[in-house]
């Protein structure tokens, strides 16, 4: 019977021995900041209401810290690393949980669909639980998201800018297309803030855990998501532009702007009104306007 707990990645003494034991630099370029406290940790893996029954999908193990913690509650972990020279330290830190296994692998291009049908196909449900590169938080979560994954929960440690981004609602500064297209898929809840000291080596930024439970169906419907999102991405390419005035630049030409006004003015929309003063619904509604005036049918 193996002590789990003293075998615990998630101490500074710990994380620095494996570091020099497999002689290992770790490459900001990689995003690698190793946590070491083990109650953030689990404060991580209980946002994701895990058992045995459910599997978990980590991104970015480094040496395994959070991975221990999904093995001793899920089911199924399956851990997707980059970086070929942490899988010597992975196989250590892992070695007492059959139940874990680490794909080599850039998420941004492997398969999600069909890496969750092979490996999570007794599971009850699938979360995404990570601590997440910073420098490509939200390439992976739009990838996650935009994938259609069959998950339940999106827990990740981000920057805590970022999750002020995802949890945003309008008329703040944080508020924009990141808060949108999260919001249009999922609903977001901040689980925990979590200092830079808790780190190896520190980052340079604060960090929060977000959680993110995904929709049944979106909370507006839209006869076009491509051109949603589009409507969504022109409204805040410059910020102090007003809706109008984006739209013109992003989606019609200046010609257009008696057709532009018509729309705004067909779903009530001030046409000198910013896009951060909108919410989904309004845009759902533009959108679909915008569709309908291009030839759609409602």
């Avoid at 707990?5 to 494996?18: F, G, N």
């Avoid at 398969?111 to 490509?136: H, K």
């Avoid at 532009?260 to 009104?273: K, N, Q, T, Y």
């Amino acid at each position: 019977m193996h002590d789990l707990q003293a075998a615990d990645v998630a101490s500074p003494k710990r994380t620095q021995e494996l570091i020099r034991k497999h002689g290992l630099t770790l490459k900001k370029s990689l995003g690698q900041n190793f946590l070491t406290d083990a109650n953030i940790l689990r404060r991580i893996v209980a946002a994701a209401n895990l058992d045995r029954s459910k599997g978990a999908l980590e991104i970015g193990p480094g040496i395994g810290a959070l991975t221990q913690q999904l093995a001793r509650e899920a089911g199924k972990v399956v851990a997707i690393e980059i970086d070929r020279r942490l899988l010597p330290a992975l196989e250590e830190t892992l070695r007492p949980y059959p139940n874990a296994e680490v794909v080599h692998g850039d998420v941004l291009k492997l398969d999600l669909n069909a890496l969750c049908r092979e490996w999570f196909a007794g599971c009850g449900a699938v979360s995404v639980v990570a601590n997440l590169p910073y420098y490509i938080t939200t390439p992976i979560i739009m990838k996650l998201l935009e994938d259609k994954l069959d998950l339940e929960y999106i827990v990740v440690m981000i920057q805590k800018e970022v999750a002020d981004r995802m949890s945003a609602q309008p008329g703040g500064k944080d508020y924009g297309s990141l808060s949108i297209a999260v919001q249009y898929y999922a609903e977001p809840e901040r689980v925990a803030t979590v200092p830079a000291s808790v780190f190896i080596p520190e980052p340079h930024v604060d960090s929060a855990v977000i959680r993110l439970a995904l929709r049944r169906e979106p909370p507006v419907q839209v006869e076009d998501e491509a051109l949603f999102f589009e409507v969504v991405r022109a409204s805040f390419a410059q910020r102090r532009k007003t809706i109008a005035n984006n739209l013109l630049a992003g989606l019609f030409t200046k010609a257009d702007r008696p057709v532009l006004e018509a729309i705004l003015a067909e779903c009530g929309i001030d046409p000198v009104r910013r896009g951060e003063t909108l919410g989904i619904g309004e845009f759902a509604a533009l959108a679909n306007a915008i569709w309908r005036h291009r030839g759609g049918r409602a």
